[in-house]
């Protein structure tokens, strides 16, 4: 994989899956390695692009930093600028899934003139002072009561609502992030179990990590670039009223809810992702 010194000489790695305009994808969990992002569902042959998976650091193939207060997110922005400079890209498309919402908005805060189009994914924006309530995970699980394992779901929910669930019940409860619980959902939760990094995880959302969230909402209000913000209907966090009040905020935002998709649209059906991003962005090249 090639990689790139960061600002403090953490080297960080990324790969590229296609051909095409570069689309720069930040992974979430928070601090995921990003191969589970995959090919986002055959999104370069559908959009004519190349992906550029970046690990964060710490995760994947990149360095983990001397400093692990460099973890926290706002203090990865800058890993983020480097990468593009890295590419001498001018101007940077960028995808941001899950948690890395945060990341993505906190780069679109500091360099605004720096963003081409932002694809938000199922994703955060505590970076834009916008807080997804507990209740909403509630809300998500009633939506699948239909299914066969949903009396099973209901307790573990409350344990973890309480604080007391156990490894079992955490990973029983990762059927809600998927639309379906087949054999593909199945495979893509085991084969991400292994990618995390929980120090850095803890510390990604640390103390003063959003102290700027007020005056980066002031500049993503004016900002000037098409964003995509794209919510799954079953999707417990973000629900997709608040996912619609991420896109509001925006002067050039749109919004899209994927029918029977939940944190991970393009498993859920790909062809739905790929075809609404890739229009997307072919708007956004116009």
């Known amino acids: ?45 559908a959009a004519g692009r190349s992906l550029v998976l970046l690990d964060l650091r710490g995760t994947g193939e990149s360095e983990t930093p001397a400093d692990p207060s460099s973890y926290r997110v706002d203090r990865q922005v800058d890993d983020v600028e480097t990468l593009r400079a890295h590419l001498g890209l001018e101007r940077i498309d960028v995808l941001a ?3 890395s919402g945060d990341l993505a908005l906190f780069y679109a805060g500091r360099y605004p003139q720096r963003i081409r189009s932002l694809v938000l994914v199922t994703a955060r924006a505590r970076a834009a002072e916008i807080e997804f309530p507990l209740e909403g995970r509630r809300e998500a699980l009633a939506l699948r009561s239909g299914e066969p394992w949903y009396d ?79 919510a799954g209907e079953l999707d417990p966090s973000p629900r997709p009223d608040k996912a619609a009040e991420v896109a509001a905020l925006f002067p050039r935002g749109e919004f899209v809810v994927q029918p029977g ?3 991970i649209p393009w498993l859920d059906d790909p062809e739905f992702f790929v075809r609404t991003v890739g229009e997307f962005l072919s708007r956004s090249d116009a």
């Open 97 to 99: 899934h899950s948690a």
């Open 1 to 45: 994989m090639p990689t790139f010194p960061a600002p403090d000489g953490t080297r960080l790695a990324y790969r590229t899956v296609g051909e095409g305009d570069p689309l720069i994808c930040l992974p979430g969990g928070p601090m995921q390695a990003s191969a589970y992002l995959g090919d986002l569902g055959g999104l370069p042959a």
């Open 152 to 230: 099973e779901a209901v307790p573990a929910f409350e344990r973890a609502m309480a604080g007391e669930a156990t490894e079992d019940d955490w990973r029983f409860l990762d059927r809600l992030t998927y639309g379906r619980w087949d054999a593909a959902a199945q495979a893509h939760a085991a084969s991400g179990e292994d990618g995390y990094n929980e120090e850095a995880a803890h510390a990604y959302p640390g103390p003063g990590a959003f102290d700027d969230a007020a005056a980066v909402r002031e500049v993503l209000t004016k900002l000037d670039a098409p964003v995509l913000v794209l």
């Open 261 to 263: 998709a939940a944190h």
